[in-house]
């Protein structure tokens, strides 16, 4: 049997009547290994070390910063532009984001894309991989962002309780 066919039933198995994209799951998942691979190769062809542990230091770091970058790619207003060819707009979503769906006029790549680009827990994925290959690769530049990132989402906080004390502050 083909691949295409066994993905076609493997397809009708397992989402039944809903739609869901398991082959462009299979391709961005692909990318992703690809990404992983490349990574790797060039850590390898420029003769950089990968640590036997990041400090903990760097992971809370890279946590806090891949925390906001996947919520500012994923939902912010401003980032809307990278998404909309695979989404479409909703409504609001509370401070500074929006909401939005996965567009059902498109093919299973651009669907499978669609849900990557609008979710956060799956961007995550993405952005801690390319961060933490940016601490081996690239390490004073990647702790500059990482450390920009982790500043913006404390400010977005503090934001939010400073506005939080002032509605408490006026009742």
């Known amino acids: 049997m083909r691949l295409q066919e066994r993905i076609g039933r493997t397809r009708r198995t397992y989402a039944g009547h809903e739609r869901r994209p398991i082959g462009g799951y299979l391709r961005t998942m692909g990318a992703y290994g690809a990404v992983g691979l490349t990574l790797a190769g060039i850590a390898k062809a420029t003769g950089r070390q990968i640590p036997e542990r990041f400090s903990a230091t760097d992971v809370a770091l890279i946590s806090a910063a891949t925390h906001k970058l996947s919520r500012l790619l994923a939902k912010d207003a401003v980032t809307s532009p990278l998404r909309a060819p695979f989404t479409r707009y909703t409504g ?43 601490l081996v690769l690239a390490p004073r530049f990647t702790r500059l962002l990482a450390t920009t990132f982790t500043a913006v989402g404390a400010s977005d906080f503090l934001q939010l309780a400073y506005t939080a004390a002032k509605k408490a502050a006026e009742r």
Do not use: N, Y
Request: glycine share 12%.
């Open 92 to 134: 609001p979503a509370g401070a500074a984001e929006v909401a939005e769906e996965v567009r059902d006029d498109q093919g299973e790549m651009k669907h499978a894309v669609g849900e990557l680009v609008s979710c956060p827990f799956c961007l995550a994925v993405w952005i801690a991989t390319g961060l933490s290959a940016g």
